[in-house]
């Protein structure tokens, strides 16, 4: 009796292509549940939560009456927000400050001043908003939902009535 007949099986009883589909399944099986990966789980147990709050600031936003968005920020408190494209969800708003523009003018003597901006670009502002959440603290520094949050992190503020990008500048975790 041959081992592969005539129509592909083994010894008779089952087909090659069968036994190859089991073998890929089987392996597929093993390589799930023996050596699932070092991926973690979303529900990471152990690892401290602590407050932290973050300065970001918003360069050069197009907007026709800025004392309008500050009061709006200090009656409602919260915003939602956006850590490199990825939605965590509402923060509290600490403090919200309209920064002052400047221009930096050479001097005779070779120095620099900043000094205020003669121009009147009365649509465009600059603001520094403290923002404040839970985080949990990890080797690799404080994660805000699913995202890392360090200096230089871009962040995304939605509300009702605006939506823009900032950078974070700060932060500081509280005890």
Known sequence: ???LDSKGRILGKMSI???GAALVILLVVVGIFFFPGTSGSIAQVGVPTKPIEVDVVVRGLSI???QEL???FQTRKKTNIIIRNQPYGQVEIKSVRELPRSVLVPQPDGTVKALPDPRKD???TD???TLAGN???TENGPVLGNSKIKVGTP???EGLEYNFNASAIDLRIKS
């Open 64 to 66: 026709r009456n800025p």
């Open 135 to 137: 985080a949990r603290i």
């Open 155 to 157: 962040v995304e503020l």
């Open 70 to 72: 500050i009061k709006e």
């Open 122 to 124: 009365i649509f465009s």
């Open 17 to 19: 292509l069968d036994l």
């Open 1 to 3: 009796m041959k081992i």
């Open 127 to 129: 603001l520094l908003i």
